[in-house]
């Protein structure tokens, strides 16, 4: 292997330990706990955070601005200044919508204000601060049940209280485990009522670092503490007896170190060329321009990455025409399906309890995104109020897949050879995050006909329960209730994944929105009157209000499902519309009085559209923490407002049932699902009829070293 990727493998390979260091600790002494937050001196930052300036209303909080707000903070409440008060989270909080959409470039900026949502003597407190004033303008205590998203801090110190008790360290070593091979990870404790209140809970599980790096593969099974993160103490150890630790031998993956030989043939090197650069421009650090589409981005600590203000242009006149206002993962839900001591609070929302961005680390490049990628940076707030910055956490790349775009080959037209074809290439945005043992990697994908496609990849650990059995056949009729045999020693526990994204579709504009159910009804042909007996009608149905949008899909009652704008009419009178397209999908099948799903109530449906409200973005609610359930997507939408001819904001949950197989260990292959947006009668014909096709003279082939 050649030197340069070499140094690169082994720089990602640091960061990926740091990570282990602030997130799920492992006892020991917490060196490098504190080298993260020194990043902003890491040589890969290109852009020199200390000095950026917002170039736009959405544009996230800066550097300057984090510093800011600390101060501001100080001031409102000492405890910032001393450290008793935690800063949980911290976003710009976005102006008014019809102020974002009536700036202009050149514009003065609309006031710029941060949201942050904090920990002060046991209370939970969402603040407005107004950094233009220098004041907290609104200071709202506990507004709903929940606590706040956890910080490493939090993560970190939980870890750690399982050591005070001495019952706990004899559960060790009566297991044989010495302390340095400790790593403790901390699942959150979900909610499962009022002996839960008052205070925050986590959960600590163990697990062996022994001969290998991946101890998610070998977990210190039957031995389960739960802890009180606030006054740090041990509230309950169970210890239900030794359970084999699974081995190690086949755990390693690391490459250079597993050595384990691949019997394929020889892949030779493969990248996209690029001769005359990319075609896609990043203005102001913020504003992507690629082909006919515009849109914003920005890396943000609860959902990870946001696309804002997507438009595209028309393609007969050339004007900007509004797709969608905001798209981002608003919460993501992982229940475990195991009701056994140790397992049955499982149930993680990922966004709420953890946040999308602190644990989204560098992409690597050339193999988490390709050479032509363009690379952003995070910039968050620590608990104690500092800007923190995320290096590399979003790549921009053109993708040529040697896909087919449109085409039509005409035989029955004698004499005449025509065979045309246009290559399709789309721009990607691309995120990956490790929330613990799972990664995700969410992708927007724009394709210049107009469609947005939404996917979501997982890859990682799974979370595996340590058996006695070492074979499918010693188990008999003892099958576990969690899930498979997955190695020897290791079940891999069947789950739910659940991510919702929230999708402020604006078409057209931000009024005058609807939702358009068009059904495909079977008819029967009366006797006599055709020698066919059924066929398919199409009926369109306008849902009034949140209710009627409570969407279950069936491919027996197929529906397509429209945002139509009806103030905006294509030529023959088609009112302007953009399509949601399942894909491949998972319900969630938990009963609805069940805690997980009480909390989870956003995965009830698949699609569901409401009235925008400012203040509904994560449909789990604000304060995901312990919730209870009282502020989700479900409640809202239980509401019924009136959705018809208004602005209008639509949900979708992408879900996978997971039954873990063998080769999901020691790390799982990626599996993907996705969800696409779609012009329907938006435009006035196909925006892309005419697209040239690629020649050979456009595409130089690029000898061996001539390009770096
Ligand atoms: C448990 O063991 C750890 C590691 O040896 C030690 O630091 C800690 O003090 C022990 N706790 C008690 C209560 O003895
Ligand atoms: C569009 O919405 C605006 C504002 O609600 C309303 O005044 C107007 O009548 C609507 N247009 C149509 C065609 O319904
Ligand atoms: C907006 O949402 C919040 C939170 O769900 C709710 O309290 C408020 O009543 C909603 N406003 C309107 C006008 O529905
Ligand atoms: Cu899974």
Redesign the pocket.
């Known amino acids: 292997m050649a030197e340069p990727s070499f140094a690169r493998l082994s720089l990602f390979l640091f960061s990926f330990l740091l990570l282990f260091a602030t997130y799920s600790w492992v006892f020991g002494p917490d060196s490098s706990f504190h080298v993260r937050k020194t990043l902003r001196s890491d040589p890969k930052l290109r852009v020199d955070h200390s000095s950026q300036q917002p170039h736009h209303p959405l544009d996230p909080l800066t550097v300057q601005e984090i510093e800011r707000v600390r101060t501001i903070l100080s001031g409102h409440d000492p405890g910032f200044g001393s450290g008793s008060a935690t800063i949980h989270s911290m976003a710009l909080d976005e102006p008014e919508k019809l102020r974002v959409i009536q700036w202009k470039k050149g514009n003065r900026l609309p006031s710029r204000r941060a949201e942050v949502v904090a920990l002060s003597g046991g209370q939970s407190h969402v603040m407005t601060v107004d950094l233009d004033s220098g004041r907290v303008v609104s200071d709202l205590v506990n507004p709903t049940c929940g606590y706040p998203i956890l910080t490493m801090d939090d993560i970190f110190a939980a870890s750690q209280i399982p ?4 019952e706990f ?1 004899r559960s060790i070593e009566a297991r044989g485990v010495k ?1 340095s091979d400790l790593a403790c990870i901390t699942p959150f404790a979900g909610w499962f009522g009022s002996a839960e209140e008052g205070h925050r809970i986590i959960r600590v599980q163990c697990y062996t670092l022994q001969d290998t790096s991946n101890y998610f593969m070998r977990p210190i099974e039957g031995l389960y503490v739960t802890v009180d993160i606030d006054n740090l103490e041990v509230i309950k150890i169970v210890d239900k007896g030794q359970v084999p630790i699974p081995k190690a031998a086949g755990t390693e993956y690391r490459f250079g170190i597993h050595n384990k030989p691949v019997h394929m043939d020889h892949i030779n090197p493969i990248s996209m060329e690029q001769p005359d650069g990319p075609s896609f421009r990043v203005e102001d650090g913020h504003m992507v321009k690629w082909a006919n589409w515009a849109f914003h981005i920005k890396a943000d600590q609860r959902a990870g990455m946001i696309i804002s203000q997507a438009t595209v242009r028309d393609s007969e006149t050339g004007e900007p025409r509004s797709v969608m206002y905001k798209g981002f993962p608003s919460e993501l839900f992982v229940p475990y399906m195991d009701p056994e001591e140790g397992w049955y609070y499982k149930a993680y929302m990922d966004a709420g309890e953890l946040g999308l961005g602190p644990t989204a680390m560098s992409l690597v490049p050339l193999n988490d995104c390709p050479r032509n990628a363009y690379y952003i940076d995070g910039v968050f707030s620590s608990p104690d109020g500092k800007a923190i910055v995320q290096p590399n956490m979003i790549c921009l790349f053109e993708r040529y897949a040697g896909d087919v775009s449109w085409r039509h080959s005409e035989i029955l037209i004698p004499n005449v050879d025509i065979r045309e074809s246009r290559p399709k290439v789309t721009l990607v945005a691309r995120m990956a995050t490790s929330v613990g043992n799972y990664d995700y990697i969410f992708d927007w994908e724009f394709q210049t006909d107009g469609l947005i496609r939404a996917t979501v990849a997982a890859s990682g650990m799974l979370m595996v329960k340590g058996s006695p059995y070492e074979n499918v056949d010693d188990l008999g009729d003892k099958e576990d209730d969690a899930g498979p045999l997955i190695s020897e020693n290791v079940i891999g526990v069947v789950h739910d994944h659940f991510i919702t994204f929230h999708l402020d579709m604006d078409v057209d504009g931000p009024m005058n929105n609807s939702l358009v159910k068009v059904h495909l009804e079977k008819q029967r042909v009366p006797t006599g009157k055709s020698p066919r007996k059924s066929y398919l009608k199409v009926k369109k149905y306008v849902a009034k209000t949140e209710k009627d949008a409570q969407i279950k899909l069936s491919l027996y009652d197929p529906y397509e499902f429209h945002i139509v704008n009806p103030d905006r009419k294509s030529r023959i009178g088609n009112p302007a519309g953009y399509r949601i397209i399942p894909g491949g999908n998972a319900a969630s099948l938990l009963d609805h009085d069940d805690p997980p799903q009480i909390r989870g109530a956003f995965s009830n449906n698949q699609i569901w559209v409401t009235q925008y409200n400012r203040s509904e973005q994560y449909a789990g609610g604000v304060l995901v923490y312990q919730s209870h359930g009282d502020d989700t997507l479900q409640v809202w939408s239980d509401r019924d407002h009136s959705i018809e001819n208004k602005d209008i904001v639509l949900w979708y949950t992408l879900g996978f049932h997971h039954v873990p197989c063998q080769e999901d260990y020691p790390v799982m292959p990626t599996v993907a699902a996705s969800f696409e947006l779609k012009p329907a009668n938006f435009f006035e014909s196909n925006p892309i009829l005419g697209a040239a096709p690629f020649f050979d003279k456009d595409l130089p082939v690029c000898k061996p070293f001539a390009s770096s």
């Open positions: 050591f005070k008790s001495i360290n302390f």
